[in-house]
């Protein structure tokens, strides 16, 4: 399957995750990863899944290197019907109010558009006593096995 894997990300801890679970998918998959400062709405391909992994800034915001890719869809009339994804939020609960409002923005700014989710967003805590890993790397496996099977449905 071919993955590409976006993260927006503010300190890395989004980037270095993204770049593990590609780490841990590239044996069986073609899998790239992106930040989504360098990603192009327009540059979705409907043949391809993308993990999203994001983290959450401020309050309750999308971090830095997503609020380019945020403003470039906003702006867009872009149809991602027939685009895949999947999101992992990465955040802290201590803050209660905002916790992972950034990986939740960034679903649905993908869902406006029209892109089908593929399992529910999965968020981790950084307050919690797991890794951010022990989390993400079942996650992966479990939506890239989900989107194979929705993926060859659809063909």
């Not at 976006?6 to 044996?27: K, P």
Request: glycine share 10%.
């Amino acid at each position: 399957m071919n993955i590409t894997i976006l993260y927006g990300t503010e300190t890395g801890n989004a980037e270095m995750l993204a770049e593990d679970i590609a780490g841990e998918l590239e044996a069986e998959h073609e899998v790239s990863v992106a930040n989504l400062s360098d990603f192009d709405p327009a540059g979705f391909d409907q043949g391809r899944f993308y993990l999203m992994v994001c983290s959450t800034y401020g309050d309750g915001e999308l971090p830095g290197s997503a609020q380019p890719f945020a403003k470039a869809m906003e702006a867009s009339d872009a149809k991602l019907a027939g685009v895949h994804f999947a999101v992992f939020g990465l955040g802290d609960s201590e803050y209660d109010e905002t916790f992972n409002g950034g990986s939740k923005r960034l679903a649905e700014l993908m869902l406006t558009h029209g892109a089908v989710q593929i399992g529910e967003r999965v968020i981790h805590d950084a307050s919690g006593s797991d890794l951010a890993e022990d989390l993400a790397f079942p996650w992966a496996s479990e939506m890239v096995s989900l989107a194979s099977e929705r993926l060859e449905e659809a063909v």
